[in-house]
Structures are given as C-alpha cells and as structure tokens.
C-alpha cells in the first residue's frame, strides 16, 4: 500500500509560480511511475506529467498543454514528488493530483494508477 498526500497548491495571478509536492509513504516508492493529474470543475481529471525510472535514469512526460511550463522531479531520498509549475494560466486553475503505479512505464489514463493522493487546488487569477 502507498499513502501519497499532496501540498503546495494556492492562489497564484497568471504568470506566475507553484511547487506542489506529493509525499509518499508505505511501500518502495523508488521504483514507481508518478504522475500527476488535474480536475478543473465540470471537466474529467486529465494527464498532466509523468516520471518513469529507466535504467539510464529518468524519463520525463508533459500534456502539450504544459510542455515547458512544467517541470516534473523526483526525490527518491526523500520519497517525494515534485512538479514546478511557471508561467501559470488561468486555465491551469483545477485540483492537482499525485497518482502512483507500482510498475514501470508510461500511463497517461488515470484508470491504470493504483494510488492516489487526496489532492490539493491551484487557483490562477487573470
């Protein structure tokens, strides 16, 4: 089981910048695909970001709507999760979630994580 329990959401103007953190407890988190997803109202929770363990290292995955506003991290010392978020839009305004697979490779459907976080909001005034 992993618990995984987001922070760093707010009230940002457009332009602006966020760091949310999803920490993760329980089993190894070291191997696991994380993601991040995103719920605005009315709308279905869609694919933010992914990071994937390689065995060169790490590979990185952006929705075109955040590619190089973005940036996904991990710290596996710390068992944490980061996304940077820059140059922040009003459309970017929903709830984040950090989700985790246990197994390696890219998942982009929220239906084939196993684990969630409770999520946190990022509100971007215009």
């Known amino acids: 089981q992993v618990q995984l329990v987001e922070s760093g959401g707010g009230l940002v103007q457009a332009g602006g910048s966020l760091r949310l953190s999803c920490a993760a407890s329980g089993r190894t988190f070291s191997t696991y695909t994380m993601a991040w997803f995103r719920q605005a109202p009315g709308k279905e929770r869609e694919f933010v970001s992914a990071?994937?363990?390689?065995?060169?290292?790490?590979?990185?995955y952006y929705a075109d709507s955040v590619k190089g506003r973005f940036t996904i991290s991990r710290d596996n010392a710390k068992n944490t999760l980061y996304l940077e978020m820059n140059s922040l839009k009003p459309d970017d305004t929903a709830v984040y979630y950090c989700?985790?697979?246990?197994?390696?490779?890219?998942?982009?459907?929220?239906?084939?994580?196993?684990?969630w976080g409770q999520g946190t909001q990022v509100t971007v005034s215009s």
């Open positions: 989700a985790a697979h246990p197994l390696g490779g890219i998942y982009y459907r929220m239906n084939e994580y196993d684990y």
């Open positions: 990071i994937v363990i390689t065995w060169i290292g790490g590979s990185t």
